[in-house]
């Protein structure tokens, strides 16, 4: 008998990375008839973070329904003046036939016998969305921030339109459904520089923010209720 697995793609930091395999480990207590698989990006060796290897062999050793795939190495360099969101998303993209490959054939020879029930990316893994797509397999943003940003990134797109400023040239408010005004400066620091890469690719990953299935989010609804309406 076949049984569900769930594959996450993490970006490959010890923020996020230990983020989705905590919202794996709350998965497996609440039903523990899934299977959970990490497809595993590495970073170059000059962004390489050395307490990612433990964690993944501790996580590894102590929770025996989560597994591990490491993908094959990819060799990106940091462009020059390239910003970090830039250089993610980029990163991510080049893994596209890796992810496809490790949803076909890694996963269909398991033991016990599983199917992919669902696919839950990170939020820079837009740039593959369509991996999911291709393959008849339902996918999922896992949000690591909390509602707010989450709700700011869905509705960039149209702050793109609404205000062609740089924000902290508008004069007024910058209003966001489910949120208090914001005055222009505080707007989260990539964002504040439209001819910036970090600005783009912010608008890109906000438009394709609603292609996919569902959005799991890093929060409750006691704590953002308001937000968590907006983006509902």
């Known amino acids: 008998m076949e049984e569900p697995r769930l594959v996450f793609l993490p970006i490959p930091v010890v923020g996020h990375l230990k983020s989705t395999v905590e919202l794996a480990k709350r998965l497996l207590e609440k039903q523990p008839c899934f299977s959970i698989t990490v497809l595993l990006m590495h970073l ?3 962004f390489k973070d050395s307490t990612i290897d433990s964690y993944v062999q501790s996580v590894a050793a102590s929770n025996p329904r989560i597994h591990f795939v490491h993908l094959p190495l990819v060799d990106f360099p940091l462009g020059n003046n390239q910003s970090i969101e830039a250089f993610v998303s980029l990163f ?10 490790a949803l076909k054939t890694t996963l269909s020879s398991s033991s016990p016998p599983s199917r992919v029930s669902a696919l839950i990316m990170d939020l820079f893994s837009t740039t593959i969305i369509d991996v999911g797509k291709e393959l008849g ?7 690591t921030s ?13 702050l793109h339109v609404k205000i062609p400023c740089e924000f902290n040239d508008f004069q007024g408010e910058v209003e966001v459904p489910g949120m208090l005004p914001l005055l222009p400066m505080a707007m989260p620091e990539p964002v504040m520089n439209k001819k910036k890469d970090a600005y783009e690719w912010f608008v890109y990953h906000g438009r394709r923010l609603r292609e996919f299935d569902g959005l799991i989010v890093n929060t409750f609804a006691d704590l953002e209720p308001t937000v968590i309406k907006s983006v509902t």
């Open 44 to 46: 170059p060796i000059h």
């Open 92 to 101: 991510i993209e080049k893994h596209e036939s890796h992810v496809k490959e």
């Open 137 to 143: 397999i339902p996918t999922y943003l896992y949000f």
């Open 146 to 158: 909390g509602a707010a940003t989450l709700g700011l990134m869905l509705y960039l797109p149209t």
